[in-house]
């Protein structure tokens, strides 16, 4: 067996969180888009399209190993955000979260001694801290730009 049972359903897992994650970046730029935001929604339709293939890294990890593949059930995401720093905390929060999750099975991995999962995570967690640092810098331009007229600016300075 090339995965124990535990590691494949952490794995599993990730694979719901990363598409929970850009269902959560589409939303967010649908958000936008709708506040005329489109240069700011365009960077969350990007975070969206990595997130959907970070989903698809795992799964290709899975089956690449002929382990078999359950995908836990996605919740549906529905929340306001009053204020364009809020959008941030909840973005960085999340990038948090994934490479948390992340960490914790490269540890695992490590402790059943499976190098192939362990060089994945590795790999994954360089990408992450790349993500984190996108989230940091947004959510420094987001408090010095609280105001929605302020992101407006913002948001017409990108495009």
């Known amino acids: 067996m090339l995965i124990s049972d535990n590691l494949r359903k952490s794995i599993c897992e990730q694979i719901s969180h990363e ?72 973005y960085l929060a999340r990038e948090i979260l994934t490479t948390t999750a992340i960490n914790a099975i490269k540890k695992m991995a490590m402790e059943e001694d499976n190098p192939i999962v362990e060089e994945k995570m590795r790999e994954m967690i360089t990408k992450q801290q790349n993500e984190y640092g996108e989230a940091t810098t947004f959510l420094d331009r987001a408090i010095l730009m609280s105001e929605w007229w302020q992101v407006a600016l913002w948001d017409a300075s990108i495009g």
């Not at 969206?48 to 089956?63: A, I, V």
């Open 19 to 90: 598409k929970y994650n850009s269902h959560l970046y589409l939303y967010i730029c649908g958000y936008l888009r709708n506040k005329g935001l489109e240069n700011l929604a365009k960077h969350f339709e990007e975070q969206h399209k990595e997130e959907f293939e970070h989903s698809l890294e795992f799964f290709n990890l899975l089956t690449d190993m002929n382990a078999d593949v359950v995908i836990p059930e996605v919740p549906e995401i529905s929340m306001p955000f009053p204020t364009i720093i809020d959008v941030a905390k909840f």
